[in-house]
């Protein structure tokens, strides 16, 4: 079975650091991207960047850009998002989905991530 | 920078009734390059159609996705139980590479 499975909800305070990960399985990891969205409580979907899994090659929305870092460990099959220091408009539900050519077909259920002090 | 306008913001119809939903681009998109997503409370989008018109695996054939250019719809022929959600168009290519409309809700009326 092809899935997407995230990492655990997180709680964290203003200025921490966070790493949440997206582990792909029954299929050939490198053979598609990887893209994260992110999605504000009550509020609809915004893409936030795309890892090319072929030759790790990021590409950030411009509201993104130098506010999250996206990598991938092709060994064991992960793609990873990154934020080095947390604000309390991080807090979000955060999907990462595969990509294949122009869209995104499958989906992990998302990580919820909740910055307060 | 391209921009997906979603109308309407909210559907409200009846089960078995017709739902068609539009997305509109503010610059011309390659049919190649846009997708309808469906979202349900709790859940994480879903991928319904791609290619502007080819349903996803498993999508029942009541879904189905039209349109060119700056235009694009979804219809849901008949309104099922299950069919009531947000539904989100995105396009890829053009910059930003990907792009979300902002959602049409169809609820029950």
């Known amino acids: 079975e092809v899935q997407l499975v995230q990492s655990g909800a997180e709680v964290k305070k203003p200025g921490e650091s966070l790493k949440i990960s997206c582990k792909g399985s029954?299929?050939?990891?490198?053979?598609?991207?990887i893209g994260w969205v992110r999605q504000m409580p009550g509020k609809g979907l915004e893409w936030m960047g795309i890892?090319?899994?072929?030759?790790?090659?990021?590409r950030y929305s411009p509201s993104f850009q130098g506010q999250v870092t996206i990598s991938a460990d092709k060994s064991i099959s992960t793609a990873y998002l990154h934020w080095s220091s947390l604000r309390a408009s991080d807090t979000a539900m955060y999907y990462c989905?595969?990509?294949?050519?122009?869209?995104?077909?499958?989906w992990g259920k998302g990580t919820t991530v909740t910055v307060s002090s | 920078e391209i921009v997906l306008t979603q109308s309407p913001g909210t559907l409200s119809l009846s089960p078995g009734e017709r739902a068609t939903l539009s997305c509109r681009a503010s610059?011309?998109?390659?049919?190649?390059?846009l997708a309808w997503y469906q979202q349900k409370p709790g859940q994480a989008p879903r991928l319904l159609i791609y290619?502007?018109?080819s349903r996803a695996t498993g999508i029942p054939d009541r879904f189905s996705g039209s349109g060119s250019g700056t235009d694009f719809t979804l219809t849901i022929s008949r309104l099922e139980p299950e069919d009531f959600a947000v539904y989100y168009c995105?396009?890829?290519?053009?910059?930003?590479?990907?792009?979300f409309g902002g959602g049409t809700k169809v609820e029950i009326k």
């Open positions: 610059q011309s998109v390659s049919s190649r390059y």
């Open positions: 029954g299929y050939t990891f490198t053979s598609y991207w």
């Open positions: 995105q396009q890829y290519g053009s910059s930003p590479l990907v792009t």
């Open positions: 989905a595969r990509g294949d050519y122009y869209y995104m077909d499958v």
């Open positions: 890892i090319f899994l072929d030759d790790s090659d990021t």
């Open positions: 290619g502007a018109s």
